[in-house]
């Protein structure tokens, strides 16, 4: 099969396109043919080496795939076969073919085109889990999204809208902020002119949970703004994971801080996302109360100018790779 191979960890030119053996399945699990493939931040991050696969996981890079089940292992019932679906995997999105078990499989939400649905699983499953199991988020807090043109923060914005919790957002432009106005974002921040510190604390005091991508400089910004009994959620760390920082605001205000990562999880843990989602956010987007948000579609070929567009920050929604 053609995959998107690199051997040495580096920038965008390190990856080409290649042959490889096709995945083998085992008893448990499914092999989909590969419409479009999702791109992701950790996508690059394992490119340049700061993101490896767990063990077991193929070292293809792809976190997330939509396209048709075309064999099943024993295990898998006869109805799997031939159906169209999107999936989130452990690696390997960026190939004709990828394996996985069907903890990460859903249906494709009825009004969405096949490849389209390539973008959903890894931020709608990020975003599910970290806002409402780990920052238990309920309808009459607020919210704040770092990177709030980000995939992950479009997600959360359309979720968040789609419920009714009202939210905010830091952006890297005014273009992104004029975006996310569109959205129905209470309050967008452009963090290249604004403190977001300063603008939260003055227009609405506090907040009651934050997702953050960022980390660095802004964990100690993240406390002071958060509201009693808040929560900060981290899922990356585009500055920095280290940081120094003064504990006293999460002892006096009794904050929660707390952090996850998708790809290690049992298939169990998994599961139970899969299902929040079905139940939860695929009639939000079947009814458009939700809608995908995709800034562009690149061929397979040009894998290496849609990284180079991502690690430039142009995107404002997912891109995909398209088969």
């Not at 992701?40 to 696969?53: E, S």
């Not at 959360?156 to 957002?169: D, P, W």
């Not at 009994?229 to 920082?245: C, D, E, H, K, W």
Request: with cysteine.
């Amino acid at each position: 099969m053609k995959a998107i191979l690199f051997e040495d960890y580096g920038d965008a030119s390190v990856m080409t396109v290649g042959e490889t053996p096709a995945p083998t399945i085992n008893d448990d699990e499914v092999l989909i043919k590969v419409a479009a493939a999702g791109i992701n931040r950790p996508d690059i991050l394992q490119r340049q080496g700061g993101y490896p696969p767990p063990e077991g996981a193929s070292k293809i890079l792809g976190l997330e795939v939509s396209g048709v089940i075309v064999e099943i292992g024993k295990n898998i019932s006869q109805n799997f076969l031939n159906k169209e679906v999107c999936a989130l995997v452990t690696g390997g999105g960026y190939a004709e073919y990828v394996k996985t078990t069907l903890a990460t499989v859903l249906p494709i939400p009825h009004g969405v085109k096949l490849h389209e649905a390539a973008v959903i699983p890894e931020t709608f499953f990020t975003v599910w889990t970290n806002l409402f199991d780990s920052g238990s988020l309920t309808t009459n807090e607020t919210l704040l999204i770092h990177g709030g043109a980000s995939g992950i923060g479009i997600t959360a914005a359309l979720i968040a809208k789609a419920l009714g919790i009202k939210y905010l957002a830091t952006v890297g432009s005014d273009k992104k902020k004029e975006f996310m106005n569109t959205l129905g974002c209470h309050l967008a921040i452009n963090y290249q002119n604004e403190d977001f510190e300063v603008e939260i604390k003055n227009k609405i005091q506090g907040v009651d949970v934050i997702l953050d991508i960022v980390g660095g400089e802004y964990f100690q910004k993240n406390l002071n703004i958060l509201n009693k009994f808040g929560r900060l959620v981290n899922i990356a760390y585009l500055q920095s994971p280290v940081v120094t920082a003064n504990l006293l605001p999460i002892m006096l205000k009794r904050l929660v801080v707390t952090g996850s990562t998708l790809r290690i999880r049992s298939d169990e843990e998994k599961r139970e996302i899969r299902d929040s989602l079905i139940k939860n956010i695929w009639p939000l987007i079947e009814a458009k109360s939700i809608k995908l948000i995709i800034d562009r579609e690149f061929a397979f070929k040009d894998v290496k100018i849609a990284h180079e567009y991502m690690e430039n920050n142009h995107n404002i929604g997912k891109l995909l790779l398209k088969f």
